[in-house]
């Protein structure tokens, strides 16, 4: 029976294509996309005894460092595509 959840060795599998020296960042809340930086690992054992790895974002103030790029977030599907809308033809003040 597979897992339905992300493990370790499938983020190191993830990023081993990675460039090592690239920040890592986490994008949260797809109704409001934000990005944060990640600053700690954290490991546990849940209610089953297996053990959880969690990333955290940092404590301080800049942790959160405003929206998510709209292309991420539209590789994440959390928002569409957008496309400006079409220009229409300025009036002319000569009622042309």
Same mark, same amino acid.
């Given at each position: 029976?597979? &897992?339905p959840e992300t493990?370790? /060795?499938d983020f190191i599998? #993830? $990023? &081993? /294509?990675?460039d090592r020296s690239a920040p890592v960042r986490q994008a949260m809340n797809p109704f409001f996309p934000m990005a944060h930086r990640l600053a700690q690992v954290v490991r546990s054992v849940d209610e089953t005894g297996r053990t959880v790895?969690? #990333?955290?974002e940092g404590r301080a103030e800049e942790a959160q460092l405003g929206h998510l790029p709209p292309e991420v977030a539209v590789a994440l599907t959390w928002q569409g595509p957008v496309q400006a809308? $079409?220009?229409r033809p300025r009036r002319r003040a000569g009622g042309d």
């Open positions: 029976m597979t &897992s493990t370790v /060795g599998d #993830l $990023l &081993s /294509g990675c790895v969690y #990333l955290a809308p $079409l220009r």
